[in-house]
């Protein structure tokens, strides 16, 4: 609801863009709101505070409609050198294709999807092995040390060891970056 304070949203809205959300964001605003609304505020609809019922419903529906399409064709992750497919199930860091198993897939692409957080063993058993998993949290250290060194020794330091803690992702772009600042 934009209808109070604009700033506020336009910066919720790129928040909420850049944690991943999947759903539709749909503004309820003023008519002198529009003026100020871009494109790059990262929503996908608007609705008029003055809109009828149907009109709001019908707005609701589509956007889902939307983005129901949208998930369902091809979802790619990119970040930085590394796209990941995930109707393919498949990665590749500069066009080469990674050899990955289905866990450490599933690692990258939940780490692309939530760069710059930092997880414990436990919440990454839990996402990526789920509840029903009795093994320990070293399985986690496994199979990220085997995704390391799929990933190369010019990328394998995009997965950070957080000490006490679990692991985290930078991009790539972040790597060079600081690869760059290292070299000087």
């Known amino acids: 609801d934009s209808r109070r304070d604009l700033p506020a949203i336009k910066s919720l809205t790129k928040l909420l863009e850049t944690t991943g959300i999947t759903c539709p964001i749909i503004l309820i605003a003023t008519e002198g709101a529009l003026s100020a609304m871009t494109s790059d505020w990262g929503f996908d609809d608007v609705i008029l505070d003055s809109a009828g019922p149907a009109e709001v419903e019908a707005r609701i529906r589509i956007a889902v409609g939307r983005a129901n399409e949208t998930s369902e064709s091809g979802k790619e992750i990119k970040t930085g050198e590394i796209l990941i497919d995930e109707n393919s199930y498949t990665a590749k860091i500069k066009g080469r294709t990674l050899d990955l198993t289905f866990k450490e897939f599933e690692l990258l692409k939940y780490f692309a999807q939530n760069p710059g957080r930092v997880f414990t063993r436990a919440q990454l058993l839990q996402e990526i092995w789920g509840y029903d998993y009795f093994g320990g ?45 290292s070299l000087q």
């Open 137 to 181: 949290t070293r399985t986690v250290d496994v199979h990220i040390r085997r995704l390391r060194a799929k990933l190369g020794p010019e990328f394998e330091s995009i997965i950070d060891t957080v000490r006490n803690v679990g692991y985290k992702f930078n991009s790539s772009q972040s790597h060079a970056e600081e690869n760059a600042n």
